[in-house]
């Protein structure tokens, strides 16, 4: 008796599922399951999709600094070099086409500090709108080596054409002149006159 309740635990074993048998994979990044401490401004940073929207969170949503942790693909963790990367400016992932058109997603363009790697990172839903939008101001100063490296890796940044649309993708409908004036004398009461 002894002997058949055995082989059924073996046989039990033998039919469950391949996923509930397997270990949880590793990813190779130094952080908690909850987050990370950012490498620039030394501020814990949660990775919890929930809050930030993605699911491969590498930067901070504070200075915006990532790590260099991908070599081929968002999320795959095979990069060897691990040091930090500088954000150096906003580009637009566009449908259909890998980087540069003015229709789409922003995009952060990170610069690795060491290996000198390029990168584009997803904007996350907790990144500071004003910390983003410094960065594409910033973006303006980039010299001519590095404009030329960007388009030689097919990168388009955004430039101070492009400032209405990244305003409105950050901060909402930016209205012009004529709208604050129309506005303006809409809610403006009316003045009743005495004769």
């Known amino acids: 008796m002894n002997t058949q ?9 033998r039919t469950r599922p391949r996923s509930h048998r397997m ?12 987050g990370f401490l950012c490498k ?17 969170r590498n930067h901070c949503p504070y200075c915006l600094w990532s790590r260099h942790l991908d070599l081929y693909m968002a999320g795959d963790r095979l990069s060897a070099c691990k040091s930090p990367m500088k954000p150096i400016g906003v580009t637009v992932k566009a449908i259909g086409k890998k980087y540069g058109s003015a229709h ?3 995009m952060l363009i990170h610069l690795c500090t ?5 990168s584009i990172n997803r904007i996350a839903a907790d990144d500071i709108p004003q910390t983003v939008f410094s960065v594409f101001e910033d973006s303006f100063r980039l010299d001519a080596r590095m404009r030329s490296r960007l388009e030689t890796d097919g990168i ?6 492009d400032s209405d649309t990244v305003h409105a993708q950050l901060f909402g409908h930016r209205p012009d002149l004529a709208e604050m004036l129309f506005s303006a004398s809409v ?8 004769d």
Do not use: M, W
Not at 23 to 34: E, L, M, S
Not at 188 to 194: E, G, N, R, S, Y
């Open 187 to 194: 809610k403006a009461p009316l003045v009743a006159q005495d």
């Open 114 to 118: 060491d290996c000198e790697s390029l």
């Open 23 to 34: 270990k949880p994979k590793r990813t190779g990044r130094n952080q908690t399951d909850d």
């Open 5 to 13: 309740s055995i082989d059924l635990a073996t046989d039990r074993q």
């Open 156 to 161: 388009s940044a955004l430039t101070s054409r």
């Open 104 to 106: 789409g997603e922003l």
């Open 40 to 56: 620039h401004c030394k501020v814990y940073v949660s990775s919890a999709a929930f809050l930030s929207g993605v699911e491969n």
